[in-house]
């Protein structure tokens, strides 16, 4: 078999086989083959597309490439869930203790973040003495004993994805469907789930910017899950502002712990509820969705999901009295106001905007080498629909002592555009595919 040939296939729209997918993703795992010959044939995707057969292939492929996880040792259905990727989205940080509290087994690897704020990792690393690394007997023991372990996904889980993701960023080919599927699937299938939820944002602040494009991608990930034997559900939600108020790593851990006692945004709880009922449903822990989504409700009321986070901290080392101590998590030295310079309502932020803000504060990387600052970033104090005033504070910096912040505070007052009347308000969930 030669890369040639597979290139040329693909680029006249054949349909590649499982060997010649596999030549090709074991290949450029060992370094056979050479990056200029992946980046062609990524290319040729991106034109040709993939037909679901070889979607599923690719994927299987990819998470073949390295280690897997194995799940099987631990009882019951063991539940991952995904998310493409949003402002202010700490939703891990919520879901992982309210879902544990109610049975479902939660074996969990996550990544760093590159962009605008850390990834559910960074942000767990701002509670005090949090270990975000861990054997494989300890992680599974922790999730056999209290039913959540969080731990940083190794770069020996789907190298191949990690090496071609790296390719794409460069070559102008990340923002293909089939591509992108097959990414964030072989990740998930490598980590050893039996059932996956998928959060697939949609809106300013997320990959996905049309509705019909993350409808696309959700359907052909569940198709992935479900042709290779993982039961998988996706919803579709809106990212058109950011995730609740807090962006910033401790800033939104903050926000998780306060959404934990029934006393965080409404958008984060309606988000974590549904996402949280899919979760248990698949898991077989409940008959249907409303009937899951009462038992969270209990769950969060009864004050359960707040002891499982301290106890999911304390199992990794960290402070639990983080839940009830804001002062022990890290906090910027500066509290900056950004006051709105017209009357009337908020028709839109730019989350993608607002991300960017919190990353020139510090609260993200750059590249990969990038040290991230976890006490910085931005609280908004509207959100779209709200009512404002000139002189009212639409957001908070919080940055670090010496930093210039007019051109963060020009950034934020770009994200928000203020109009007279006030907008027609969207819902989180915009749809499901299963
Ligand atoms: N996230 C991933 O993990 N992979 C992609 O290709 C795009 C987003």
Excluded: W
Aim: with cysteine; glycine share 10%.
């Amino acid at each position: 078999m030669r890369m040639y040939d597979i290139i040329l296939k693909k680029r006249r729209g054949g349909t590649l086989s499982a060997a010649e997918i596999d030549f090709f993703i074991q290949g450029y795992t060992r370094g056979d083959v050479p990056d200029y010959q992946a980046a062609a044939l990524t290319m040729a995707i991106f034109f040709q597309g993939l037909e679901p057969e070889e979607t599923a292939d690719l994927t299987l492929a990819m998470a073949r490439s390295g280690d897997r996880a194995d799940l099987s040792s631990l009882p019951g259905v063991k539940v991952d869930k995904h998310s493409t990727g949003g402002v202010g989205d700490k939703t891990t940080l919520v879901l992982g203790p309210l879902v544990a509290a109610a049975g479902v087994p939660v074996a969990k690897m996550s990544g760093r973040g590159l962009g605008h704020t850390g990834g559910t990792i960074d942000k767990l690393e701002a509670i005090p003495g949090f270990r975000v690394s861990m054997d494989n007997r300890s992680f599974l023991e922790q999730v056999r004993r209290i039913n959540l372990a969080v731990v940083a996904q190794t770069g020996h889980l789907a190298p191949a994805d990690k090496k071609l993701y790296a390719l794409r960023d460069v070559t102008a080919t990340v923002d293909s469907i089939p591509l992108i599927a097959a990414s964030v699937m072989s990740k998930k299938i490598a980590a050893g789930a039996d059932a996956i939820v998928l959060d697939v944002k949609v809106g300013s602040g997320a990959f996905m910017k049309k509705l019909e494009d993350a409808f696309n991608l959700a359907r052909t990930m569940v198709d992935i899950g479900n042709q290779v034997g993982r039961k998988t559900v996706a919803l579709v939600t809106n990212m058109d502002q950011p995730l609740g108020y807090a962006v910033g790593n401790a800033l939104e851990v903050r926000e998780a712990i306060a959404t934990l006692k029934g006393q965080g945004p409404e958008d984060l709880r309606e988000l974590c509820l549904q996402l949280g009922s899919e979760m248990l449903v698949l898991a077989g822990m409940a008959e249907d969705p409303p009937a899951a989504r009462t038992r969270l409700e209990q769950i969060i009321d009864s004050g359960a999901a707040l002891n499982k986070f301290k106890e999911f901290v304390a199992a990794q080392g960290g402070n639990p009295e983080v839940a009830d101590r804001e002062e022990l998590l890290p906090a910027a030295a500066v509290l900056y106001p950004v006051q709105a310079k017209l009357d009337g309502y908020i028709a839109e932020i730019q989350a993608e905007q607002i991300g960017l803000a919190a990353m020139a504060l510090g609260a993200g990387r750059a590249t990969k080498e990038d040290v991230i600052d976890l006490a910085v970033g931005i609280v908004l104090k509207k959100k779209i629909g709200d009512k404002i005033s000139a002189g009212e504070t639409l957001a908070d910096l919080h940055a670090q002592k010496d930093m210039d912040l007019t051109a963060v505070e020009q950034m934020i007052q770009q994200a928000f555009t203020i109009n007279g009347a006030p907008p027609a308000q969207g819902n989180i969930l915009l749809g499901k595919v299963s």
